[in-house]
């Protein structure tokens, strides 16, 4: 069983929005309430890119592409938002969620991936 299940990938023009969320289950569903979640992009041709993450404490942190534009959130039952913003095609990749058991995300290596969700900007 997928232990994270992201969806809210699409197509938008710039400028427009969408919000990611994943869902934790199978084997990550027992550490979803303490463990560190992130959300990852990789798209064609370019290495995986960290966006954001928040600690099993609270705490969030953002690469410096997603400042000012994206928002992660994680509600009560554990599940993972992100709230993307302002678009650009330059968005364009597949966006995963990860998380680690490890509740600081200083040192998380984020053993359990979702499949994906595909997000494409068009200018």
């Known amino acids: 069983q997928v232990p994270l299940v992201e969806s809210g990938g699409g197509s938008v023009q710039a400028g427009g929005s969408l919000r990611l969320s994943c869902v934790a289950s199978g084997d990550f569903l027992i550490h979803a309430s303490y463990a560190c979640m992130g959300w990852f992009r990789q798209a064609p041709g370019k290495e995986r890119e960290k966006i954001a993450t928040v600690s099993g404490g609270g705490q969030m942190s953002y690469g410096d592409s997603a400042k000012d534009r994206f928002t992660i959130s994680k509600d009560a039952k554990n599940t993972l938002y992100l709230q993307m913003n302002r678009l650009k095609p330059e968005d364009t990749a597949m966006y995963y969620c990860?998380?680690?058991?490890?509740?600081?995300?200083?040192?998380?290596?984020?053993?359990?991936w979702g499949q994906g969700t595909q997000v494409t900007v068009s200018a």
């Open positions: 990860a998380g680690d058991p490890l509740g600081s995300c200083a040192l998380a290596s984020f053993p359990y």
